[in-house]
């Protein structure tokens, strides 16, 4: 879990001083950063729950909370179906619509 949010920061990071420092997303920075970030708030707060067991669905424990919130992650600001696809066509040179 630990990993993957280190990952996710990183990307997130990379992208935030490209865009302060003027660089151009030449292979979607920003989308890859938003995708990976988002996938994993939901695969680390499901771990959690997991985890908790039973307790990780009771409101005594902030994890139920992060856990529902993970999931407008996805989808806000350009659902991870469209980061995805966002980054092929920049990949792959097809012109993004």
């Known amino acids: 879990m630990r990993t993957r949010i280190d990952a996710a ?9 490209m865009a302060a420092t003027g660089k151009p997303f030449t292979a979607a920075e920003g989308s890859m950063s938003k995708l990976y970030a ?27 909370r992060m ?5 407008i992650y996805t989808i806000f600001e350009g659902t991870s ?8 066509r920049t990949l792959s040179g097809m012109p993004i619509r």
Not at 40 to 64: D, H, M, S
Not at 67 to 71: G, L, N
Not at 81 to 88: D, K
């Open 9 to 17: 920061r990183l990307l997130v990071w990379r992208a935030s001083w």
């Open 38 to 64: 988002s996938e994993t708030a939901k695969k680390v707060t499901a771990q959690a729950v997991q985890i908790l067991g039973g307790n990780g669905f009771t409101r005594e424990y902030p994890v139920e």
């Open 67 to 71: 856990h529902r919130d993970s999931a």
């Open 81 to 88: 179906e469209i980061q995805r696809l966002v980054i092929a």
